[in-house]
């Protein structure tokens, strides 16, 4: 479970969907990388990811991690965005025979886990079907 630090730190990312553009080749790189994966570049431009794409590959997770146990089962899936970049996320609000490579899918801002009662509250992106 991440700290509330790193909670803080990764809020662009995961609350404004911001991701990495290498100044030098233009790969972007979500989450944010120090040094780019494809030309080793270490500047980057903050860019907006596209928040629709479809599914390429998905899973159904019937044995989760402890703190999603009361989530299972569920879906997870790798996305390709309609700008190229590719993201795992859950896929919700839809029944899992309907899930199939090549579903149309769009970001949503949603209720990861908290910690607790009285801890903080982790918010992230879900998919749901376009």
């Not at 801002?109 to 992106?125: D, H, P, T, W």
Request: contains cysteine.
């Amino acid at each position: 479970m991440p700290t509330p630090s790193r909670a803080w730190r990764e809020f662009p990312q995961r609350y404004r969907l911001e991701a990495g553009k290498c100044k030098k080749c233009g790969a972007v790189s979500f989450p944010p990388r120090l040094v780019c994966p494809v030309c080793g570049w270490r500047e980057f431009t903050k860019t907006k990811l596209a928040e629709n794409g479809k599914v390429l590959t998905y899973t159904i997770i019937r044995v989760p991690p402890h703190q999603f146990a009361d989530q299972a089962p569920y879906a997870v899936a790798i996305v390709e965005l309609s700008d190229g970049v590719k993201v795992t996320g859950q896929v919700v609000d839809c029944d899992f025979d309907k899930i199939k490579i090549g579903l149309r899918v769009k970001f949503e801002f949603r209720k990861m886990y908290s910690e607790g009662e009285a801890g903080v509250i982790y918010y992230g992106y879900k998919f749901v079907p376009a």
